[in-house]
């Protein structure tokens, strides 16, 4: 499941972004992710077979690591395309030794929140 790019913005558990950050299939993704690309294009890229790479895809989406926008294509069939959906990713410790994290993300142009919001449209229909 792909995070909802109109929900809340609250950053995920430390869990959740380490245990993505640790798989080494995960950062395969976010490797070849230099630019947005459909699920087809990371399984030539990454050498990663398709169900699994569909499950890191989720994986990384539930660590809001990761973002699926809409490839509109004119013959009517259209793609998922993902991209990295943050600049820098900081583990804190607070005064009281809890760990937690921080996740910058890259400001949103307005095509882009356009986009998204047509892809919830999309789905609704």
Not at 11 to 20: F, N, R
Not at 41 to 53: A, G, K
Not at 98 to 124: C, F, Q, T
Request: with cysteine; aromatic share 4%.
């Amino acid at each position: 499941m792909v995070r909802d790019p109109l929900a809340n913005d609250e950053d995920p558990g430390l869990e959740a972004v380490v245990t993505a950050l640790e798989d080494d299939d995960c950062r395969a993704i976010i490797g070849e992710l230099d630019e947005p690309r459909t699920a087809r294009e990371l399984v030539d890229r990454c050498d990663i077979p398709r169900s699994t790479l569909y499950r890191k895809l989720d994986q990384l989406a539930e660590a809001t690591l990761l973002r699926e926008g809409t490839e509109i294509r004119q013959d009517g069939s259209h793609a998922n395309r993902y991209e990295v959906d943050f600049e820098d990713v900081v583990i804190t410790c607070d005064e009281d030794r809890n760990l937690g994290v921080e996740i910058e993300r890259p400001a949103r142009r307005a095509e882009e929140r356009l986009a998204d919001m047509w892809s919830e449209v999309r789905k609704e229909l």
